[in-house]
């Protein structure tokens, strides 16, 4: 018996080692062909074969100092947008701007932790999600992003591995993609109303669509988060999510959104525009909403029955999360609540500023050396042609050198005056460093990076989040609000001239760049993240 057991011992052995010795040979055999292949893709690329490490690029991006030689992140592909919520688009792959192959799944140590990331199917919370999740690589976590099939490879363009939903119930992949579009084309004379205005016309609308994304991804998404088992689950979006719940695992909610997300008496309510000490403006509008609202409400509340949930109270969407929840909103423009926020519930990040390497300004053809301005109302507002073509024809007559952000509708303009830089896609947390104003639509990245860089805004709202934060900016003195459509040339020009002058204004945004920029928002976001997994709930010591 014990000879037998010893050959089947030494047998088990040789049949070890002879496999390891096959898979080194795989291994080895796999090497020149992955060579060849990132060889290929960077000839196709016109790129060098060695790029500078990741770590390097990170730190290059979060200085408005960023060193020479970087390389700029690959612009991902375009998707559809689930709300209007997004600040800077992704720009489509293509030879010029490969996407990089995902990475393989990494063998977790004892502290590494699966991360479900769960972003809304829109730019601005999936792109602050980015920079969390190579926070969370850098330090060992293993990211993994669940996201709308509309998205497909936007995040493996950052080298993170997807798993897709749908949450358009079945529609066509090219329909789909070009949905959000379309219905923001649709909308624009809606954008010209008042905040109160647009409820019925296009806040409802959006509501009726959102809850369509809820219920369509439930099943797909509970499968996926039962097949990754996650330690955690981070989703930043407006509504509940029932499958994050039904796991068994804690969940975070990231609110990139204005902070009036997170209700309270005193400050003004959600998609508002109203200013922070006007409550008729407050009362009159919640009223309106709710009354509008209902219906949707309604079909949402039938559907977490249907899956097990108890109702939200009327206007209540998503509630915060029992662990952890984070907040963009800088420090300086934060709103005075009644009710603070428990810190070992409530985190504030000042910002979340992703990698997006180093950008190199153009040279122009007129108004070489004048101030640069950087124009873009996010990944739907270039939608708004006419718009831009009238802010053209002012800006050719102006002292200053403009780079806009024109989205897929760059075939439309003719005739650009040579004090004017058009793209359809800039990687905008790399270019804000390099201008003295920034003229946007007020959404939270748009935002956040703005104030991250300590550049003065002109915030031209047109919906959602952007009414209120183009309010907030104008009330805390840190940049001007601009009606979108009814202002005249000599208001506009007035409006930049006022602010590139402002030297006070200056020192404000340079103590509030510091600020932010010290808070080292994504880091914090993977720390705390990391933190829940291990201590659900406790946040003591953070600030």
């Known amino acids: 018996m014990m000879a037998k057991a010893a050959r089947k011992k030494a047998k088990t052995k040789a049949a070890k080692k002879k496999s390891v010795k096959r898979a080194a040979g795989r291994k080895a055999a796999a090497k020149p062909k992955a060579a060849k292949r990132k060889s290929a893709r960077n000839s196709a690329a016109g790129a060098k074969p060695k790029r500078s490490s990741a770590p390097k690029a990170r730190k290059a991006a979060g200085s408005p100092k960023a060193t020479a030689g970087k390389t700029v992140a690959p612009k991902p592909k375009r998707a559809k947008a689930s709300a209007p919520r997004s600040s800077s688009k992704a720009g489509p792959a293509s030879e010029a701007n490969p996407v990089k192959a995902p990475l393989s799944r ?31 690589r850098q330090m060992g976590h293993d990211p993994v992003f669940v996201c709308d099939k509309g998205f497909k490879s936007v995040f493996e363009g950052y080298g993170f591995e997807e798993k897709l939903v749908d949450m358009s119930g079945g529609m066509p992949d090219e329909e789909a993609a070009r949905f959000w579009s379309d219905f923001i084309a649709q909308h624009l004379p809606h954008f010209k109303l008042s905040p109160i205005e647009q409820i019925p016309t296009y806040v409802v609308p959006v509501w009726e669509m959102i809850v369509d994304t809820a219920i369509n991804s439930h099943e797909m998404l509970l499968a ?24 068994g695992k804690p969940w975070i909610r990231i609110i990139s959104c204005s902070e009036n997300e997170v209700a309270d008496p005193d400050i003004p309510p959600h998609l508002s525009g109203c200013g922070e000490n006007d409550k008729a403006c407050f009362h009159a509008f919640e009223s309106e909403f709710l009354k509008q609202v209902k219906p949707a409400h309604d079909r949402f509340n039938k559907f977490l029955a249907k899956v097990g949930h108890p109702a939200y109270e009327l206007g209540e969407f998503f509630e915060t999360s029992p662990y952890m ?31 997006e390497g180093q950008y190199a300004v153009p ?32 800006f050719g007559k102006l002292p200053y050198r403009f780079l806009m952000n024109v989205g897929d509708y760059i075939d439309q303009y003719r005739d650009v005056p040579g004090n004017v830089h058009l793209e359809k896609w800039y990687p905008q947390p790399a270019v804000i460093p390099h201008v003295d104003l920034f003229i946007h639509h007020g959404g939270n990245n748009s935002f956040n990076e703005a104030l991250y860089f300590g550049k003065p805004a002109i915030i031209m709202p047109y919906c959602w989040d952007g009414l209120d934060n183009a309010t907030r900016i104008q009330d805390t003195g840190f940049g001007a609000k601009l009606p979108r459509y009814a202002w005249s040339d000599e208001q506009f020009a007035a409006t930049i001239r006022r602010l590139l002058g402002d030297s006070a204004m200056k020192l404000r945004l340079e103590a509030c760049a510091r600020y932010m920029q010290s808070q080292k928002g994504p880091e914090k976001a993977a720390r705390l993240i990391a933190q829940v997994t291990e201590r659900p709930g406790m946040a003591e010591g953070l600030s």
Request: charged share 25%; aromatic share 10%.
């Open 106 to 136: 990494p063998r977790l140590g004892k502290k590494g932790k699966r991360v479900v990331l769960y972003p809304e199917a829109a730019f601005g919370p999936a792109l602050n999600c980015v920079g969390v999740a190579q926070q969370l």
């Open 224 to 247: 996926h988060l039962q097949s990754l088992k996650p330690d955690v689950v981070c989703v930043d979006n407006v509504i509940l999510f029932p499958a994050i719940k039904m796991i």
């Open 325 to 355: 929840n984070l907040l963009l909103y800088p420090k300086h423009l934060r709103f005075k609540r009644r009710h603070e926020l428990d810190p070992k519930r409530f985190q504030y990040l000042d910002g979340c500023v992703r990698d």
């Open 363 to 394: 040279k122009f053809a007129a108004n070489e050396g004048k101030p640069l301005i950087y124009v873009s109302f996010g990944s739907l507002g270039a939608a708004d042609v006419d718009l831009y073509k009238r802010m053209l024809t002012l």
